[in-house]
């Protein structure tokens, strides 16, 4: 299955986010509360609607059928400290496939990953992120870290 994409190599980020460890088998259970946090608003340095917020994947097991690391954040400096709670993730220098989600979240969303998962995309499953931009609610960038090149 072909997937409208472009590719993009971006130099490393930080963020500080709030993390669990999750697998798509658990997704629902797990990453819906873990955003229910952040909607509550009590989480420093993350104002839902009014800062780009990360969702970032990362520590896979193996791919996309394995466990892996979830976090909500949002960038900071390489050096800020990190809040109580939370947890820095240095997302490296990465080429990536770029994917938009377009439409109603998270319905868009998760169709998106389901074509995302079929498309066969050469993925490394080292750091993937999503981009949550208050400006474009009906979107959402998805960023799949790339196998190098053989």
């Known amino acids: 299955m072909e997937l409208d994409h472009r590719v993009e ?11 669990i460890r999750t697998s798509n088998d658990r997704a629902m259970e797990t990453i819906g ?5 952040v909607y509550s608003g009590d989480v420093a340095g993350m104002a839902v609607g009014q800062v780009r917020l990360y969702a970032a994947y990362s520590n896979y097991e193996s791919d996309h059928n394995g466990e892996y690391d979830y976090l909500i954040g949002a960038p900071v400096d390489a050096d800020a400290d990190v809040p109580d709670g939370m947890v820095h993730l240095r997302v490296p220098k990465q080429r990536y496939a770029v994917i938009t989600a377009q439409g109603e979240m998270p319905g868009a969303l998760v169709e998106t990953w389901m074509q995302i998962w079929e498309a066969g995309l050469p993925r ?11 400006a474009n609610p009906g979107e959402v960038e998805i960023w799949l870290s790339l196998a190098e090149d053989k």
Request: hydrophobic share 45%; no cysteine.
């Open 33 to 37: 509360p873990l955003w229910g946090r």
């Open 124 to 134: 490394a499953f080292a750091t993937d992120f999503e981009i949550h931009d208050p």
């Open 9 to 19: 190599t971006i130099p490393a980020f930080d963020l500080h986010g709030l993390q």
